[in-house]
Structures are given as C-alpha cells and as structure tokens.
C-alpha cells in the first residue's frame, strides 16, 4: 500500500477555531453580580488518554481582590500533546506538540453590576489566537435573578508547518445572554443562550478527506479538505440544580445545538453531590452528547471534488459520545484565621466513549467503505488544588 | 456575517430585561431562607478551572460549542 | 466601533440604570414602633427586646453563610464595645433554621455582644428582612429610626453617624 508524502509534518489534533473557544470559556464570568468572587489560587494537573493521543499539562489559575470593587485573574495553561490518533496514524505521523494558553481578565463591580473585561493569547507553532471579551452582569430585586450577556472576539491565525508561506486568519465572534433564577429556596435554574460565528479559513490545513479512485491498489485517494469560509451556530441551554433534604444537590441539564454546515447535537447531563462527614465531596456524573453530520461531509466521497465542500473531520461525522465521572473533593483547611481561609484537594475520572456512525478506521484494511466503524474511549483525570486566602 | 443573528439576540436581552424587571417585585424567597442556595455544593461552578478544562475537552472533540456553564444564584447578600 | 460593540455599549447603559431600582431600598429613615420579640440568645436564656428600653439598640440580622455579615460582625464588636457605657447595645440576631454553623462560628470568632437566634424567622418576617444584613437602629424610646440593608466597607462608619445621634438624644 503505497503511502503518500503529503504531510510529513502532524495533523492539527485540536480543530482550529475551539481553541480561542477555550480561552473564552475561562475569560467570561457569566456569573454572580453583588459580590466580587473570593480570592482563590487553583493548581490542576490535567490528563487526556484516548484514541491514541495523549495530553496533559498544568493550569493554573489565580484570582485576587484589589479593594472592593475590582479583582483580577491570571491564568496559564499548557497542553503537552503527543499524538498518534486515528488522522494522524492513516495520513501523517506521531508528533509532539506544545500548547501555551495565558490569560488576564479583569472584573469591576458597582452595586448590583458586575463589569468583566478579558484577553487571552494562545500559542503554539501552526496556530495563535488573540480573543478579547466582555461581559455585564446584574442582580435583579431581591437577588433571585442574575442577567449576564458577554461578547467576545477572537482573531486567529493559522499556519502549516510543512510549508511556510501559508498564512491565514480566522476571526470568531461570539455573543452570549444567560439568566440565573432562583425558583424555590432549593431549587436553582440557569439557561444560556450563544451564537457563534467565524469568517476566515475554518479547515484544517493537514486534513484531507478521501474519494473512491480505481486507479490504485487501496481504492481510495486523498485530497484537501475543502470548508466553507463562514459558520454561524446557535446553541440553547437550560440548567437546574436541586438541593436535596440530607445535604446533597441534584443537577441536570439539556443543550440544543444547530448551526449554518448542517450539524444538529444534543447534549444531556445528569449529576448528583453528595457531602461527607464535613470534610469530603463526592461527584457522580453522566453525560450523554449526538450530533448529525455537517451537510459536506462524507467519509468516502465518490469521485474528486464531488462538492464544492468537503470534510472528513470525524468531529463533523454522526456520532454520540457517552461520559460516566466522578470525583471527590477533600477540604483540608475550613474557616481559617490566618492567610490561608480554605483549601481542598481534589480528583476528577471521566471516562468517555466515543461511538462513530459514519466515520470509518482506515488504519484496518478492507474494501473503501466497509472498514469498521470507528470508536474509541478516553480518560480524563483531573487533580487540584484550590486555596481561598 | 449572519445580520439577522444579531438583530433578534438584542430584541431578546431587550425582552429578557423587560420580562425580568416585570416579574420580580418582591422576592418569595426571602434571604434568610437562602441557606441552602448559598451551600457550595448548589453552585453550578464551584471548581472554575477544573470545569473550564472539561468543557474544552468536549468543545475539542465534538461539533457542538457554547452555552456551557451558566452560573448565578448567588447568596442573596448586599 | 462595529455595530454588536455598539449594541453591547447601550444594553449596558440599559442594565447599570436599571441597577438604580435596586439601589432604592439600601438606607432609609423613619420613626415608628419597633416590634417586640423575645429570642434564645446563646447562652440559652431568653432575651426581650423591650428588656433593653433607654438604650439605643443597633439591631442586625446575619447568617454564617453570608460573607459581608462576616465581614462587619468585628466592626459591629467594635462599635458595641466602644459605646456601650453611653446606653448602646448591639444585639445580632442569626436567622438560620438550624443554628449549629452559627453557633460554632461564634465560639470560633467570639463577639461581646448579644447573639439570639431567630430559627423560625418569626423576628425577620416582623421586621420585613428582604437583605442579608440587614441593620436596624432602635432609640431609646423603642423606635426604628434607622434602616440599612447590605454592608459594603465603609458602612461602619453610617452606622457610627447614627448611633452618636441616637445616644446624644
């Protein structure tokens, strides 16, 4: 089976775009209004195995007041990525990788209205993105409702790393409302509401896809993957927790997904917190996540630029991912006098299983289109530190 | 750039904002009896850092993205 | 500037003027009766308020869970012990259901003053509570004069205004 030498180099692991997404996700509070949050620190130790990549790194998180009205965070996160996915086996070969995500916000607080404003730099050698963010929240008589909207912007630029000269820019652009309601003195209910949309090259500069060729000996070729320059997608999602009469929280909740390339994605979770004898939190949790495929993309297309469009980004495929967590939560400091006020330790396990319906594991040889269908499973640890001073 | 996008998420805040101040004339649940809903296990984002990370496990691996975490409630103080 | 920057700026404006309804209720004068109660105070004895007729009684609801009750319970120490020989009382009233965490929070944290414990928040429901803290002033006639809802740093030194005023009448 002849190999080919397009890609000498790796294929991106982490689509473009979702990175800066990272960075918004930390930037934007989306929370309470009233009260700065307190001064934490945070030490995680972050660890994905699954499908043949493997990532870990540190993050690390650090949150002071300055008076009673602003308060800052830093944040510094790495990935140390070593990958020999599914893509990465059947087009490229195992690579390192190291991902460098630092962030500043800053939060201004005047009676009820909370001010945050945000700016992440991620970076590593194919791909940097700059996001900028804001957000306003207010507390609503009686402080049962919290009202937040954000808005963030993102401009990235992505690289190759197998040809120097190309260059491209990917601007993201993202605007957030959410509302937080207190529903009875057990009962919380949160629900967000998010628009996404990017301009600019949105593939993957290393991915192909594959079309049936009779001409050689496999019964497929590869080509590059072709996107649309734009994607707006909305998503919707409602959330409550639910404290229960012996000291536990129940919690549940349902995201709707849709967006402009055809993808539909539902997502359910289902939680439970259960304390311990004053000192100890244990986390159970399930979350169950389908999608439909986007409108162009196909596993085997059927002759060359068959459509203007074309991917084969597993991410974009049909398929559902299954997640069982828990977690437990050690407080080893409670009601401090001196510097240190609080502090806990802190172990994640999510195992998640992923399970493809239109996306095929080349990497076993078979006739094009009736290899198996792929599916793989991941571990996810999570171990921290938190302290309150 | 979705034009239409923009318009409607604005008339919604306008609407939420209207609805809200509407609504909430005097709390029925009055901050004393706050006590379980200010319980840090009633809080949607009690570990910042460690959900962040989570959420960009997903965001990485999947199509769907946003409307992760919501947070708020609060403890009905100030 | 492009145009959902523009848009976010006004909903802004729109949001921070809106927090000036919820900014109304934060002090307020008045003169009209206090309501008498009588609680179990911590050293499991009964107190009445009325016991306390010809002082000035800085009343003040607070629960352990609420962070700038914390934050003002040394300061409101302070002024008790400071006035006290002039006919001044401050006298906290938890209003928990269940008292234990404020009760260990007190013997962590000790206060020279009265602590009663309202835990069926008949005295918080008589005195309309709708913020957490919330600080009555009580002259020495049995009147509310003062009221003053959350605390914010700085608030010590209303409540130290107003006590001179009381004591001196």
């Known amino acids: ?389 | 750039m979705n034009n239409a996008g923009i318009i409607d998420m604005r008339k919604l805040i306008l609407l939420s904002f209207m609805l809200v101040s509407q609504g909430c004339s005097t709390p029925w649940v009055k901050p004393y009896e706050r006590a379980h809903l200010a319980d840090p296990i009633m809080n949607f984002n009690r570990d910042p850092v460690s959900n962040n990370y989570i959420h960009h496990v997903y965001d990485a691996r999947e199509g769907a993205r946003g409307a992760g975490i919501a947070t708020g409630g609060g403890c009905g103080c100030n | 500037m492009n145009k959902p920057v523009k848009s976010f700026i006004k909903i802004c404006s729109l949001l921070i003027s809106g927090s000036v309804f919820s900014m109304a209720l934060a002090a307020s004068e008045m003169n009209e009766p206090a309501p008498d109660f009588t609680l179990k105070s911590l050293n499991e004895k009964n107190l009445k308020l009325s016991e306390y007729a010809g002082n000035v009684v800085l009343l003040n609801f607070w629960a352990s869970w609420c962070a700038p009750c914390r934050l003002e319970m040394p300061l409101l120490n302070d002024l008790h012990n400071k006035y006290k020989k002039l006919g001044f009382v401050v006298l906290g009233v938890n209003v928990e259901e269940q008292s234990e965490k404020a009760r260990s929070y007190i013997a962590e944290r000790p206060v020279d003053f009265p602590v009663l414990f309202d835990d069926s928040n008949s005295v918080s429901k008589q005195y309309k509570v709708v913020a957490m803290p919330t600080t009555v002033m009580i002259d020495r006639n049995g009147n509310m004069r003062y009221l003053h809802q959350g605390y914010k740093p700085g608030d010590e030194n209303k409540y130290k205004k107003m006590v001179k005023i009381l004591i001196r009448e």
């Open chain 1, 1 to 389: 089976m002849a190999v080919t030498n397009i890609t000498s180099g790796k294929v991106l692991f982490f689509v473009n775009r979702f990175l800066s997404i990272a960075g918004l996700c930390f930037i934007s509070q989306w929370s309470l209004a009233a009260v700065l949050p307190e001064d934490r620190a945070d030490v995680l130790f972050h660890s994905y195995d699954g499908g043949g990549a493997e990532i870990s790194g540190p993050s690390i998180l650090v949150r002071k007041k300055f008076g009673e009205h602003v308060s800052t965070t830093l944040n510094h996160y790495v990935d140390n990525v070593s990958s020999a996915s599914i893509d990465v086996v059947t087009t490229a070969s195992p690579y390192t990788e190291k991902r460098e995500e630092n962030s500043l916000s800053l939060d201004y607080l005047q009676e009820k209205t909370l001010m945050s404003l945000g700016y992440t730099q991620s970076d590593e050698s194919d791909f940097e993105a700059s996001t900028f963010s804001m957000n306003i929240s207010q507390d609503f008589f009686g402080d049962l409702t919290t009202l937040s909207m954000g808005y963030a912007q993102g401009d990235n630029i992505v690289r190759n790393n197998t040809d120097a000269s190309f260059i491209k820019d990917v601007i993201t652009r993202n605007y957030r409302l959410s509302l937080s309601q207190v529903i009875t003195k057990n009962f919380l209910m949160a629900f967000a509401l998010e628009t996404m949309s990017d301009e600019g090259y949105l593939n993957n500069p290393y991915r192909s896809v594959r079309y049936l060729d009779n001409t050689v000996t496999r019964g497929y070729t590869y080509q590059s993957e072709v996107y649309p320059n734009t994607r707006t997608s909305n998503a919707f999602a409602i959330r409550g927790r639910y404290f229960l009469p012996h000291r536990a929280a129940l919690h549940g909740g349902y995201r709707f997904f849709t967006d402009t390339w055809g993808i539909n994605a539902n997502t359910y979770e289902l939680g439970y917190t259960l304390p311990y004898d004053e000192d100890w939190i244990f986390d159970l949790t399930y979350r169950y996540y389908d999608q439909t495929k986007a409108d162009f993309y196909s596993d085997l297309f059927q002759q060359p630029d068959e459509f203007i469009f074309l991917a084969r980004d597993k991410e974009m495929s049909t398929f559902t991912s299954q997640t069982l967590g828990i977690g437990a939560s050690y407080e080893f400091k409670r009601n401090g006098t001196g510097i240190l006020k609080r502090g806990s330790l802190n172990l994640n396990y999510d195992f998640i299983a992923f399970d493809y319906a239109d996306f095929r594991d080349v990497s076993v040889s078979a006739l094009p289109g009736e290899e198996p269908l792929y599916a793989f499973n991941a571990s996810v640890i999570r171990l921290f530190v938190s302290i309150w001073f």
